[in-house]
DNA sequence: GCGACAG
DNA sequence: ATCTTGTCGC
């Protein structure tokens, strides 16, 4: 995939924040997606014994759900884990695994935030911009907001607010289980976000798409130790 | 000062 | 995220 807009990744913290606040702007909230053939799961695993980074990519084929393309790069860690700069760790190698693809997705579901964020430019919305690609963020904790848990069957769901804005959905993927946080990245709504993410959960709290990234980092995972 | 804090 | 064993339940 080629990207539309240089960027910069030697960054400080303080400028980190100030691209997000700039970079945010840029978010497109409203649906803008093409037909979706291919979606795109993403996930990054950390190794503290050499400290790298590993990031996979899974390419599902949208209504079977089957696996056409898994991607997976290894890179030494250049920024740290901070809450609210993930994308700035976490992107790089992500980025690279992405340039090897050989199935192009019309949509991404990143593991992690999107809108739901401090400044409203989670790694689901940084991937997206500079893509200009549709995407979604589905995390399985909370980084900011407030909520009311959801009643338990599968497909409920209630607002995630900070102060009087919505900035994502907590949703329950299957009756009983612990709902998961999502939030647009770019060119999606919310609905169509819960949708989507319902859609490729059909079985297991997580979507497909980031069980089957997970995979791919784990593997790779127990190559580097 | 205290609690919260994506992966 | 990762470090880690067993254990309860379908």
């Known amino acids: ?65 089957n696996l056409v393309d898994t991607v997976m790069v290894e890179e030494s860690v250049s920024f740290p884990y901070i809450p609210g700069l993930f994308s700035f760790r976490e992107l790089p190698p992500i980025m690279k695994a ?38 979604i963020g589905c995390g399985k904790t909370k980084l900011s907001g407030s909520y009311v848990e959801p009643d338990i069957q599968r497909g409920s769901y209630s607002p995630l607010m900070d102060q009087h804005e919505v900035i994502g959905n907590v949703l329950r993927t299957q009756d009983g289980v612990k709902p998961v946080f999502v939030s647009i990245g770019h060119r999606i709504s919310l609905t169509t976000a819960c949708e989507w993410i319902l859609k490729l959960s059909p079985t297991f709290r997580l979507p497909e798409t980031t069980r089957q990234a997970d995979q791919i980092v784990r593997k790779g995972l127990k190559l580097t130790q």
């Open 98 to 135: 992405f340039e090897q693809i050989s199935i192009l997705p019309q949509l991404i579901v990143c593991d992690g935030q999107g809108l739901a964020h401090p400044r409203r430019f989670g790694l689901a919305c940084h991937l997206g911009v500079l893509y200009d690609m549709p995407t």
């Open 1 to 65: 995939m080629e990207l539309k807009t240089t960027h910069r990744w030697d960054l400080d913290e303080q400028e980190a924040m100030e691209l997000q606040h700039q970079l945010a702007l840029q978010v497109m909230k409203e649906d803008a997606l093409e037909p979706v053939r291919y979606v795109a799961g993403v996930d990054v695993a950390y190794s503290e014994q050499n400290d790298k980074l590993i990031a996979g990519v899974a390419i599902l084929e949208a209504d079977s759900l």
